[in-house]
Structure formats: structure tokens, C-alpha cells
């Protein structure tokens, strides 16, 4: 059963613009969630990250939003750029030093 | 980037025949993770480890075995490859000395295997 679930297999935004990729979790005992970027044919990037106790995270261009009533996440990229195009893939983990728990991912492309 | 080499990057096999794919940090983290990352699957944790000669089973481990021991070094084996096992292997290791959080994981390059 997923307990993260990306439901958005792809997302287009222009060059410049916000994009914003969702992910939802089922599972209440998760209290640490990341994202991670893939291009292809390489293992997964880290990009950020968020513990439960906070309800936003920024670096740079990238945001994370933490709505945990909702159980809901969602990075926010300003301003996209084409090199953002890849998978983007969030991950919940509830326990240390064991695995993560992740989505399908979601292909963001973006375009000039 | 954290320092993480999979070996080896490709490999086609046949039904049937042992496997071994290997892992290697030279980061000193603690916590090593074989996944497999399979179309409309995300990734999938196959085994972990929590220290040398310290394993556990993941989500999807049967039919895989796996060996630590040392820290650097973690192999992911195959007894008897099926064609179901055809996907890209990823590795990944987390909580470095010092950590304060251990979840975050960093992942290697991945290996392709093909089992026809």
C-alpha cells in the first residue's frame, strides 16, 4: 500500500514561472519528509528536506510546505529553470536510519 | 556528493545465474540501503543495513541476500537471477559521524541489470 503518493506523473511550466509539485502521506508517524531530483541514468539527488515540526523550508529557489493536518507537502520552485527539468521524488521517513518511504515521482519539464 | 561507487554499472545475465552488485562508501556512514527503482514503482527498499554484519530485510527482499562486513563495503546478491529482477539498483547511505539527523540519504549512481 503507497503511503506517498505523487499523484501527478508530469508537469510542464514555463521558464520563469512557479512550479509546484504535491505529494500527500498517509501514514501519521512519518515526522521527517525530502525531495529529490533525478535526471536520468543517475541515482537520486537530495535537494531538501523538512522535519515535522516546522511547516516551511527554503533554499535558494526551493521551498517545501509542510501542511501536516492535511498530511500534505508540496515543493515550490521560483523561478524554474529548464535545468530543473527531471523526476522529482518525495520521501517520508518515521524512523531513523531506516528506509524511506517514497512516491512515483513526477517529471517536471520545463521549457523556454 | 557524497562519496558512493555501485559496480558494476551495467550488467546483462541470464536466468538463473548468481549475481553480486557492490556498494562502496568512503564516507564512514553508518547506515547503508539497497533499493530497486522499477517504472510506476518509485524506489523500494530491498535491504538495510545498521552496521557491519547488521541486516535487515526491506519491503521487497525476497530473493535478494546481502553482506556488510565492512563499513564501506555492501553487496547486494542474486542467488538465482529471474526476469523479474530486471531493474536499476540504487544504494545509498546515511547518518555520517556527527549526524544529527540520519535520514537523509544519499544515493550512488545506480546499476542496470538485465536478466534475460
Known amino acids: 500500500d503507497q503511503q506517498v503518493k505523487q499523484n501527478s506523473p508530469s508537469l510542464s511550466v514555463q521558464e520563469g514561472r512557479i512550479s509546484i509539485l504535491n505529494c500527500d502521506y498517509t501514514?501519521?508517524?512519518?515526522?521527517?519528509f525530502l525531495w529529490y531530483k533525478k535526471y536520468p541514468a543517475e541515482g537520486p539527488t537530495f535537494l531538501i528536506s523538512?522535519?515535522?515540526?516546522?511547516d516551511k523550508n527554503e533554499d535558494g529557489r526551493f521551498t517545501v510546505f509542510l501542511n501536516k493536518s492535511a498530511k500534505h507537502l508540496s515543493l515550490h520552485i521560483v523561478p524554474s529553470q529548464p535545468g530543473d527539468s527531471a523526476v522529482y521524488f518525495c520521501a517520508a521517513s518515521g524512523y531513523s536510519g531506516y528506509a524511506l518511504n517514497f512516491g512515483k515521482g513526477t517529471s517536471l519539464l520545463v521549457t523556454p | 556528493d557524497a562519496g558512493i561507487t555501485q559496480s558494476p554499472r551495467h550488467k546483462v545475465t541470464e536466468t538463473g545465474t548468481p549475481v553480486t552488485l557492490r556498494c562502496h562508501q568512503t564516507e564512514n556512514h553508518r547506515y547503508m540501503y539497497w533499493y530497486r527503482q522499477d517504472p510506476g514503482h518509485g524506489l523500494r527498499l530491498i535491504h538495510y543495513?545498521?552496521?557491519?554484519?547488521?541486516?535487515d530485510k526491506g519491503e521487497v527482499s525476497d530473493g535478494y541476500s546481502v553482506s556488510r562486513s565492512k563499513t564501506e563495503d555492501f553487496l547486494l546478491t542474486l542467488e538465482s537471477a529471474t526476469s523479474s529482477q530486471t531493474s536499476v539498483y540504487f544504494c545509498?547511505?546515511?547518518?555520517?559521524?556527527?549526524?544529527?539527523?540520519?535520514?537523509?540519504?544519499?544515493f550512488g549512481p545506480g546499476t542496470r541489470l538485465t536478466v534475460l
Open positions: 543495513s545498521y552496521g557491519v554484519k547488521d541486516t
Open positions: 501514514n501519521s508517524m512519518f515526522d521527517y
Open positions: 523538512i522535519s515535522s515540526i516546522k
Open positions: 545509498a547511505i546515511s547518518g555520517g559521524a556527527g549526524a544529527v539527523v540520519t535520514d537523509t540519504q544519499y
